[in-house]
């Protein structure tokens, strides 16, 4: 199911990310039960069972939910996630009106520092 949902995630942003530079390099990974999408090492989208969710900026949130988008709760009684918003269908399923939403978030993303990677080490034994 991971598999099948990053290669659904990866379909839908080839769709929609040819007018990006070059110096904006995109991937997706497994996220959770689903797939995120990476811009230049940052999240900016996510699928999963709640649905199709993009980072962006308040006026893009607010101008987006005036067409029917709803914010990110990955559970029922969850927090909003903040800075996200679940697009609604008709949107995702029009690679036309999808490009410009995901061409914003991308450039948003890259207002945020990148995620640092978190050494695990194991402590030796003691002596």
């Avoid at 067409?67 to 918003?85: C, E, N, S």
Wanted: include cysteine; charged fraction near 20%; aromatic fraction near 8%.
């Amino acid at each position: 199911m991971v598999a099948a949902a990053v290669s659904a995630l990866s379909s839908l942003l080839a769709a929609t990310t040819s007018q990006l530079g070059r110096e904006i390099t995109i991937e997706c990974k497994h996220f959770f039960s689903g797939a995120a999408a990476y811009a230049n090492g940052r999240i900016f989208m996510t699928m999963t069972s709640v649905g199709v969710a993009l980072k962006l900026p308040q006026e893009s949130r607010a101008e987006l939910t005036r067409h029917g988008a709803t914010p990110l709760r990955y559970f029922p009684r969850g927090p909003v996630k903040k800075d996200y918003i679940i697009l609604p269908d008709r949107i995702v399923r029009d690679a036309d009106a999808l490009a410009p939403w995901v061409i914003k978030s991308t450039q948003f993303s890259q207002r945020f520092s990148k995620p640092r990677r978190v050494s695990r080490t194991r402590a030796g034994p003691s002596e």
